[in-house]
């Protein structure tokens, strides 16, 4: 790890899946342990840089906008968490190429436990450019930290089993800005 940037933990998984729950839960204790921290999710990058195309060309050069703003906060001494599906073996390349310090989170879900959620109804209906529906999925092969979220465990469970996975990972031994 190089102490001159801040961290990027990046939390993917299928839409649904508890991603952004979980970064807001886990917001404080990282801020905390590793110093000063924000979040956010795809969906509010989306929204605040009016960006609802969802092909997947336009998802690379969204990620790539991505990137270069967590390059810049990073600079500046700064963790970010960043909850996204992000399940593109390419655009995990380049997030690991570009970003200093880069740790993985992978949330793994079936789509059949998520078609079954009321809430997520664009996996039952026509919508367009859905991951695990019309987007093949690349779980990594390897995660710093991998949880499964089958629906039967409570948000705080997944949460603190996260921040015990990162606090035994050796890359962030003695790590604090």
């Known amino acids: 790890m190089n102490k001159k940037f801040g961290i990027l933990f990046r939390i993917s998984g299928l839409p649904g899946s508890g991603k952004t729950e ?11 342990i590793f110093g000063p921290t924000i979040m956010w999710s795809g969906d509010d990058l989306r929204k605040n840089f009016n960006n609802n195309s969802y092909k997947f060309k336009d998802r690379v050069n969204f990620s790539l906008q991505n990137i270069d703003l967590i390059k810049l906060i990073n600079s500046q001494k700064i963790n970010v968490i960043f909850a996204t599906v992000g399940l593109s073996s390419e655009i995990r390349k380049i997030f690991k190429k570009e970003i200093p310090n880069y740790i993985e989170i992978t949330i793994k879900s079936k ?19 859905v991951w695990g529906k019309d987007i093949k999925i690349e779980f990594p092969k390897k995660s710093d930290v991998i949880i499964v979220n089958d629906f039967k465990k409570n948000l705080n469970y997944m949460g603190n089993f996260i921040l015990k996975n990162l606090t035994k990972l050796k890359k962030l031994k003695n790590y604090k800005i």
């Open 22 to 32: 979980v970064a807001k839960l886990i917001h404080p204790k990282i801020n905390s």
């Open 111 to 129: 789509i059949s436990d998520l078609k079954k959620r009321k809430d997520r109804k664009f996996y039952n209906n026509n919508s367009k450019n």
